[in-house]
Antibody, heavy 119, light 110 residues
Framework: QVQLQESGPGLVKPSETLSLTCTVS????????WSWIRRPPGKGLEWIGF???????NYNPSLKSRVTISVDPSKNHFSLKLSSMTAADTAVYYC?????????????WGQGTLVTVSS | QTVVTQEPSFSVSPGGTVTLTCGLN?????????PSWYQQTPGQAPRTLIY???TRSSGVPDRFSGSILGNKAALTITGAQADDESDYYC??????????FGGGTKLTVL
């Protein structure tokens, strides 16, 4: 059974850069695609970005200038960096898997990690 | 800017049927957008219900079904149960690996 686990700081100061990692267990990161998604308190889900196992990326246009997603197949994990954090970036951050083929959906999700932006 | 629209809230009686919809601010939703649906209860990760318009994810009961109704994607729940009370999100793939979520529908079962 594939499992995804987010890790990273729960508290980030304004203007700092958030770094989160999603570790994949029970399966290989290779041959799949991966995404980050968040849910701010009281709001809906928001897609942040996508990375393939080979490293090609796509980002939400509204976040593109601040987002970097990378993958490390040797550690079976992928990562999110979001710069210039503000209170509006306070959210539960989820990592999710996208299966191969023309399916374009998220089949496995991490449990999520709450990130609060505050000084 | 692409906006995916969903009803903010909906109510259904236990045992009843409800259809939630997922539209676009401009244009029609078709299978080419690969609509998928997710259920989320407070404090939990989203659960995948439907993908590629109408394919149920593994373990999802057949009370949940997806379709295209008119110019929108739709999620129909038949025989609603108390534990169906959740937030439901649709998401559309707008191109190769670019997704837009709808604002979500809060479903109340009462």
């Amino acid at each position: 059974q594939v499992q995804l686990q987010e890790s990273g700081p729960g508290l980030v100061k304004p203007s700092e850069t958030l770094s989160l990692t999603c570790t994949v267990s029970g399966g290989s990161i290779n041959n799949y695609y991966w995404s980050w998604i968040r849910r701010p308190p009281g709001k809906g889900l928001e897609w942040i970005g996508f990375i393939s196992y080979s490293g090609s990326t796509n980002y939400n246009p509204s976040l593109k200038s601040r987002v970097t997603i990378s993958v490390d197949p040797s550690k079976n994990h992928f990562s999110l960096k979001l710069s210039s954090m503000t209170a509006a970036d306070t959210a539960v951050y989820y990592c999710a898997r996208v299966p191969p083929g023309r399916l374009y959906y998220f089949d496995y999700w991490g449990q999520g990690t709450l990130v609060t932006v505050s000084s | 800017q692409t906006v995916v629209t969903q009803e903010p809230s909906f109510s259904v009686s236990p045992g009843g049927t409800v259809t939630l919809t997922c539209g676009l601010n401009s244009g029609s939703v078709s299978t080419n957008y690969y609509p998928s649906w997710y259920q989320q209860t407070p404090g939990q990760a989203p659960r995948t219900l439907i993908y590629s318009t109408n394919t149920r994810s593994s373990g999802v009961p057949d009370r949940f079904s997806g379709s295209i109704l008119g110019n929108k994607a739709a999620l129909t729940i038949t025989g609603a149960q108390a534990d169906d009370e959740s937030d439901y999100y649709c998401v559309l793939c707008m191109g190769s690996a670019i997704w837009v979520f709808g604002g979500g529908t809060k479903l109340t079962v009462l």
